[in-house]
Every structure is written in C-alpha cells, then in structure tokens.
C-alpha cells in the first residue's frame, strides 16, 4: 500500500535520524543514474539538506551499454541537476571489455567500475558519505541472490545500511513507494529499457520470480526479507564476536593477505564468514560457494598451486598456508628497453647503459647481446645459464633454490636478448653474458626497488 507523500518523507527522514546515516556538515555524494529511485533520494537530500545539516552533490556514471539511452539518461542528469543547481560529477567506461578482460559478468562489471568511480570523486573532493538509492525490493533480490550463490550468513542480510562511507537512506521504501511518489509530484525521471529483459540475474528474480512469490505466497514479501534481513544483521554481529577470536589466522601486508587455512579445521565455518569479510574489505571482491570450494580444494594441494577468482584476485598455496593477492594482468609481451634511459614497471626501476653509473647492479658483456634487450614476467617454461653454473636451469627451480614463496615468484622479471634471457631481474645473470678477459664492451644494469 502507497504512504502519503508526506507520510514518505516523515518515513525517510525517521529512517535516517534511526540508522544515525549522518553526521552535521556531513559532505555527501549521491549516486544519480536518473532512475527513479536516485531521483527521489536526490531531490529528497537536495530539498531537506538544510533541515539534516549536510551539503548535497550528484555524481552520474554512463555506463555505455544502451547506446541512445545512454546518452539521454547523462542528458537528463545534467539539465536536473542544473535545474537545481547540484554540482555534479560525470565519467564514463567500456563496461563490456572490462567484463571480457576480467571474465566477469557485464552486471558485476558495471557495479565494480560504478563504485571505483564513486569512491574515486569522494576521495578527489572530500566527500565523506556517499548515498546510493537501494530500495526495499532491491533488499528482496539481494538476498534471493544470496541465498542462491551460498555466499554465506552476511549474504543473508541483504544490502548493508551502511558500508564504510556508503549508506542507503531510503532502503526503507518500496519501489511502487517510490514512483508513487513521484508520479503525484510530476517529478521527472527516465526508464532503463534492459528491466524489461531477462538478460540479468536481477531482471530474472524481478520480473518471473517476484511476481510468483507475491501472487502465491505472500504479497508482502519484500517487508517480510525486510525484516528477516535485520534479524540476519543482529546474527551476523553476534557471529563477529566470535570470529574476530580467529583474526589470528590472518595476516596483511602489501596487499597479501595470509591465511593459515585448514580445511578439516573444526572453526573452518567461522574461517570462512571471516575470510568472507576480508576479501570484500581489502579486495572488494564477493566469495561465493564456488569460490569456496576452490579454496578447499587449494588447501589440499601441493605448494605453489593457483587458484583464480574475479578482478584478478588470485590465491596461492604455500608451505604453511594461503596467500590471497590481486594482481595486474601478466605480461608475456617483450617490453623494449632503450639503453640510457631508466624504465618503471611495478614498484622497481632498471636503467641499462654503456657508460659505467654508480651503485650499478650488475655488468654483462654488450658483444654477447643479441639483438635489442627486453624485460617481461618469465613465465612457466623458461629456461637460462645461472652464472657459474654448469647448464641450463628452470628459472621456477632456480627460485625455488633462494626460497622464493609461492606469490613472490610471480612478481619476477626478467631481461632478455632476442634468443635468450639475460638477467633474472634482481637475483642472478646469465652465464652467457658474463664479463671475461676479452670483454671489449660492457654493459651497466642498475635495478633498484622504488
């Protein structure tokens, strides 16, 4: 049943002073796709800014999967937001080359990039709160969704009211609430063509099963997970008190996370929730059943065996555990290097150059160099002649043999010839080019850590 308008409003702003979402002077970014639901929380913050005490700005991200529609949608966001005189802030990004690179879907691509963008405008100007306009219905499908992809006790409570800096203030309303609303106060807002199509795992639950739930089992559905989600949050903290006892079993440094995982481990339900929280934190990446499985699997496994997960998180079993990092694309490709001038990759620096410098690395002998020099990633399968020693050695073996872990090897690079590698990067030459009494021309490398 629709509230009153000013029933919606009393609704919204008790909700707000209840969840404490904000703060006196609190700088706060809303999320604006021009959707129905980020028009009512916008002209709702905007009209009520100085009753809650907070400064109000919109940010738009067109996400260019519906071509015209795109476009319209930022034309609508601009000349409302203008219309009332909001700062407002617009990006764009290939949402689908960013779902084929990551081999994700196009839905989660667009959410991840959607919030880097957010996070990204907040930190630029300050913003300490950052509003999204998640709605009561929207809890419904989370939790169906959830509850599907066994992500675990937290999955079940649905959207968070508040995640670090991101709040949903108007979580309380339903959708029909919502238009309702709007449609009474001539509020313009534009229509995302795509809900109609069953493309998306959201659209599915949307239009086939919700309309099944509601007319077969209970028509007030979305207030029964409403409510079901906050008794799931109240659980899910009580189950954190327990699970913080087991922070003992992680550790963080460098964007690695340890963990001493035991898969027959009589706490592995409460690892898991804890786990399950860490990489949302530190990687933004959500665990499911499957990727659990991966990580059991993992732990079963022989040293040095990878296990791979969404936005290039990668897990690495070690000796005495797992190493969860996430990582840049690998490069396979040559990167040339131009003797004389000092190149960046990653965290390191390497400048090759025939006149001696100071506090070089290493000297090899420029007759021995065959073509133009290069640096890359090694990769599994190659091979070089560790200086002094009697024939070839696998550069994985040679690692090894220095007590390289697991996920530090895959940060290793190499310089190579156009036949052969030359220098471990940081660790060891080639024999093959190794300076002797006949040496005529020589070669500095100096590789330093930045």
């Known amino acids: 049943m629709s509230l009153h308008l000013k029933t919606i409003e009393q609704t919204v702003t008790t909700f707000i002073k209840q969840k404490f979402f904000f703060d006196k002077n609190d700088k706060v970014l809303v999320a604006f796709s021009g959707g129905s639901d980020s028009v009512f929380l916008l002209e709702y913050l905007n009209n009520f800014k100085e009753k809650l005490e907070i400064q109000v700005s919109a940010a738009h991200f067109n996400h260019k999967l519906r071509a015209d529609e795109s476009e319209r949608d930022e034309l609508f966001v601009r000349d409302f937001c203008n219309s009332r005189g909001i700062e407002l802030f617009v990006d764009f990004a290939n949402v689908k080359d960013y779902a084929k690179k990551n081999k994700i879907s196009v839905e989660e691509a667009a959410r991840y990039l959607r919030y880097k963008f957010l996070e990204k405008i907040a930190v630029q100007h300050n913003f300490n709160k950052i509003c999204t306009a998640h709605n009561k219905n929207d809890n419904s499908e989370t939790i169906l969704l959830n509850l599907a992809k066994g992500t675990g006790i937290s999955g079940w409570g649905g959207i968070p009211l508040k995640r670090e800096n991101i709040i949903r203030p108007i979580l309380i309303l339903e959708k029909s609430e919502i238009e309702n609303y709007l449609n009474k106060k001539k509020i313009p807002f534009v229509f995302d063509s795509t809900n109609a199509i069953n493309d998306y795992q959201r659209n599915i639950l949307r239009n086939e099963i ?64 804890l786990l399950h929280k860490k990489i949302a934190d530190f990687y933004k990446v959500k665990l499911e059943f499957s990727d659990f499985q991966k990580i059991k699997s993992l732990s079963n496994s022989q040293k040095g065996k990878i296990a791979k ?142």
């Open 309 to 450: 997960f969404k936005h290039n998180l990668v897990a690495i079993r070690e000796s005495n555990g797992i190493v969860f990092t996430q990582i840049a694309e690998l490069k396979e490709k040559n990167i040339a290097i131009e003797l004389g001038k000092e190149f960046q990759f990653e965290n390191q620096s390497i400048l090759i150059t025939e006149n001696e410098i100071p506090n070089f690395s290493e000297i090899i002998d420029f007759d021995k160099i065959e073509g133009r020099l290069f640096i890359r990633k090694w990769k599994i399968g190659d091979k070089f002649k560790p200086i002094n020693f009697k024939g070839t050695k696998k550069i994985s073996d040679f690692l090894t043999d220095l007590k390289i872990n697991a996920s530090n090897k895959r940060n290793i690079w190499i310089l190579s010839d156009s036949k052969k590698i030359v220098y471990v990067i940081g660790f060891r030459i080639s024999d093959e080019v190794k300076i002797t009494e006949n040496t005529k021309q020589k070669l500095y490398i100096k590789w330093q850590k930045n």
């Open 210 to 273: 919700f309309p099944i739930l509601k007319s077969k089992i209970n028509p007030n559905i979305d207030e029964a997970l409403f409510r079901s989600s906050e008794i799931f949050r109240q659980f899910s903290s009580i189950i954190d008190k327990e699970i913080n006892k087991l922070e003992s079993f992680f550790q963080f440094s460098d964007n690695k996370l340890f963990i001493n995982y035991d898969s027959k481990s009589e706490f592995i339900f409460l690892l898991n929730e």
